[in-house]
């Protein structure tokens, strides 16, 4: 049978399915705390080790490169972690670029850019990036995450997304809302303020638009009450149902299973899912009917995207479902 990625993205680039949840550790302690509690979760969430904000000052250099051993170990068991280097006006960002991609360039999840605030600051990060893995060899593309917390960024925020190797559009709230001179209140920083001041509504609405329309994925900002579990839900969900932001940031453990919750696909739309799919492919993907509707490659699409999302949220599938589509 043909599986569904062959029949129904043949000759495209198939929307990139990731976890929804993306948890950021700093320190060395923090990290393999961090991937200690991805083995024993599964791998329903990604991890970004910070060499901007959590490198020491002075030892820039260090820390990357202690990154890259702790990703290198064997406590890296899903391979399921990004780096987040320094931001283009820092003279370390291509001493990051440099350490990274040279000592873990063929297993590294992603790269992170922080704070642009233009598409052309973007643009030269990305092809630095590239050209320093024409030198190490690698063949693989690195998937390349961008913070949209500036205005310049949000201004230029479409060719930001139009550039390559670009896989998510991240909204960073702090930062942006510091960027407006006190016009933005600090509580705006937290709900319900960050969900309803116009200029946030807009920000965050323009970047999962752009994010959507250009294949990419947009992930929603942090929520800083670190320990208020019901807190995390409810902005995961309302930035889930109400933005159709697809990820959101973590930086607390207790916040990654809310997040994740709050965001995966509903159940009951996963078992339709399933059927459908499984008839559809039964069909050789001609259109089909399931519970007196009328379905086709749209909706194929559409459900297969879901199956994907609900298993990297820990979701369980039905057996037949792993035999068809995820068996080696």
């Not at 170990?73 to 440099?98: E, L, T």
């Not at 050209?131 to 201004?155: D, F, Q, S, Y």
């Not at 059927?275 to 559409?302: C, F, N, V």
């Amino acid at each position: 049978m043909v599986h569904p990625n062959e029949a129904l993205f043949k000759g495209e680039k198939p929307f990139p399915i990731i976890p929804s949840c993306e948890h950021f550790a700093g320190s060395e302690k923090l990290i393999r705390k961090a991937l200690e509690l991805q083995e024993k979760l599964g791998p329903i969430f990604d991890i970004t080790c910070d060499c901007e904000d959590g490198a020491p000052t002075g030892r820039e250099k260090e820390h990357a490169e202690m990154i890259v051993a702790v990703l290198s170990s064997d406590a890296n068991k899903y391979r399921m972690a990004g780096v987040r280097v320094h931001d283009y006006h820092s003279r370390y960002w291509k001493q990051d670029v440099d350490i990274v991609v040279g000592g873990i360039g063929n297993i590294v999840s992603y790269l992170t850019i922080p704070k642009p605030t233009s598409y052309a600051q973007v643009a030269e990060m990305i092809q630095y990036i590239q050209e320093r893995c024409m030198k190490e060899g690698l063949k693989r593309e690195i998937p390349i995450h961008v913070l949209i917390e500036t205005h310049g960024a949000l201004r230029e925020v479409e060719k930001i997304a139009s550039l390559p190797w670009v896989q998510v559009l991240d909204f960073g709230l702090m930062d942006f809302v510091s960027g407006h001179h006190g016009a933005i209140p600090s509580s705006c920083m937290r709900s319900p303020g960050q969900f309803e001041h116009e200029l946030l509504r807009r920000a965050k609405a323009t970047v999962v638009a752009t994010a959507l329309a250009y294949g990419l994925v947009p992930a929603h900002n942090v929520t800083l009450d670190l320990k208020n579990q019901y807190q995390t839900y409810s902005d995961a969900y309302r930035a889930r149902h109400d933005f159709g932001f697809l990820r959101m940031w973590s930086i607390y453990p207790a916040q990654i299973q809310p997040i994740v919750d709050a965001m995966k696909p509903d159940f009951s739309e996963v078992q339709d899912g399933e059927a459908i799919l499984m008839a559809a492919q039964d069909a050789s993907w001609g259109p089909i009917q399931y519970k007196g509707e009328l379905h086709d490659r749209a909706t194929y699409r559409y459900y297969w995207e879901v199956v994907q999302r609900a298993r990297l949220s820990g979701i369980k599938l039905s057996e037949e479902a792993e035999k068809r589509w995820f068996s080696a």
